[in-house]
């Protein structure tokens, strides 16, 4: 300020939903003096904090060495968590649905599995907070865990990088066929110098999983059966000194095709998944201890699956004759098997976001009090599929009847459209004298 020393402070940690207080107190200028650098150090106890929480840095999820760059994969280093074969998330010994995903503020569970609903680029991710424990009243619904992920931001000089990671079968040491490509980059940087910056992450993942057959040895690293584009930008606007909005998008493309090109193709499909996001933020400050931000978001997702040349009221169930022990397959063992798999032929998801809250310090009390809608609108087309696994010798074939049978106990479809709507209303004061 104008007539006062300048004063930097450093090494001061913000946390989601906690609060960050420094005193400041700058000396007139009398004459020039050299700049006052201040070191503050956290506390050892945090009194304001009831819940049972884990924070990761956005550079510590960066160098991690796991496998995809989807930032719920950090989450396997937590005690307590789990990632399931589907890459679902699992906390407490929970189930799916019961764990809750925010992104910047956004409610980003997917409406229809319970998981998360949209990919974040792990080089986009500045911070990172998992909640299991003691959460605050704003997390309602929630019983498993709650995963807060805070984006990267502009800045007002240009920076960017470019990685590529690539891994297959033999770094790995698996005995399947695998092979992974990873592109991507990020940028930031001024539009308007101290107004208005962007940051933009794109990242594309091209693998290919191969199940091992003896008897048909696959080495093609060709053709990926697993294609994603997902990406975001981000454009921060200080409008005024106590205004600031945030446009944001988000968006995810995935394609699939089969992973075992020895089977019969018309047993397999292939899908294809797009997720659309817009995200719109303000945050008023009408002092150092009152704000309001405000949230408003609308989306899309799509997802189609496909049986080639065959409509899927014509499909058989799945025989697959294969052998599986220790890893590989093999001619001289038998087993057998048989269940339904669930696969949505199409499904169309519109999605409406709002969320206002508002912050208020006073004295030893830290007032909070928001609302939440979601609005849903669903639409698709659900098929149950009956498949049989066996393993068997060549000269094994199945029983035509019974499995005529199975599938027209088992096989049905279903389509049907409706909406959704829930949200919720919830006051907290949080009295940090007591603690």
Same mark, same amino acid.
């Given at each position: 300020y104008i007539g006062y020393l300048k004063k930097k402070i450093t090494n001061i940690k913000v946390t989601m939903d906690r609060t960050t207080i420094v005193s400041v107190q700058?000396?007139?200028?009398v004459a020039l003096e050299k700049e006052v650098e201040v070191v503050a150090q956290s506390p050892l106890i945090e009194k304001e904090v009831s819940g049972t929480s884990d924070v990761i840095a956005g550079d510590y999820i960066e160098d991690m060495p796991i496998e995809g760059r989807a930032y719920q994969n950090a989450l396997k280093i937590l005690p307590g968590t789990l990632i399931d074969r589907d890459q679902q998330i699992h906390m407490r010994g929970g189930r799916t649905g019961e764990v809750g995903f925010k992104v910047d503020g956004m409610n980003a569970q997917d409406p229809v599995t319970g998981g998360y609903g949209t990919n974040v680029?792990?080089? @986009?991710?500045?911070?990172?907070e998992v909640i299991t424990g003691g959460y605050d009243a704003e997390y309602g619904g929630n019983m498993s865990g709650m995963v807060n992920v805070v984006t990267k931001s502009g800045t007002d000089t240009f920076h960017g990088d470019v990685h590529f990671n690539y891994e297959n079968a033999d770094l790995d040491g698996v005995q399947y066929q695998w092979r992974l490509y990873n592109p991507g980059f990020t940028l930031k940087g001024p539009v308007?110098?101290?107004?208005?910056?962007?940051?933009?992450?794109?990242?594309?993942?091209?693998?290919?999983r191969m199940f091992p057959a003896a008897k048909y040895p696959q080495d093609d690293y060709g053709a990926g059966t697993w294609k994603e584009l997902g990406g975001m930008a981000k454009f921060t +606007?200080? @409008?005024?000194?106590?205004?600031?909005?945030?446009?944001q998008y988000f968006f995810n493309t995935v394609e699939t095709r089969p992973g075992a090109d020895w089977m019969d193709p018309v047993h397999m499909y292939?899908?294809?998944?797009?997720?659309?996001?817009v995200l719109?933020?303000?945050t008023h400050t009408f002092s150092p201890e009152l704000v309001l931000e405000t949230f408003l978001g609308v989306g899309k997702q799509y997802l189609e699956a496909k049986v080639e040349d065959m409509d899927w009221h014509d499909y058989e169930p799945w025989i697959l004759p294969v052998v599986w022990d220790e890893g590989r397959f093999y001619g001289d063992k038998q087993y057998g098997g048989k269940g339904d798999y669930p696969v949505w032929q199409w499904r169309d998801v519109w999605m409406g976001y709002f969320s206002s809250n508002v912050t208020w310090l006073k004295e030893d009390h830290r007032y909070r009090a928001g609302t939440t809608v979601n609005y849903i609108h669903y639409g698709g087309?659900? @098929?149950?599929?009956?498949?049989?696994?066996?393993?068997s010798p060549d000269d094994w074939s199945p029983n035509p009847a019974q499995i005529e049978f199975y599938r027209k106990r088992h096989f049905y479809m279903n389509k049907d459209r409706w909406d959704t709507n829930h949200?919720?209303?919830?006051?907290?004061?949080? +009295?940090?004298?007591?603690?």
């Open positions: 700058l000396r007139q200028r680029n792990m080089n @986009a991710v500045e911070k990172m308007i110098h101290e107004k208005l910056n962007f940051f933009i992450s794109i990242e594309l993942e091209d693998s290919k +606007w200080q @409008a005024t000194i106590d205004d600031k909005f945030v446009f292939t899908m294809r998944f797009d997720y659309n996001f719109v933020n303000h087309e659900l @098929a149950v599929l009956p498949y049989y696994l066996v393993t949200g919720g209303v919830y006051v907290q004061d949080r +009295w940090l004298s007591l603690i």
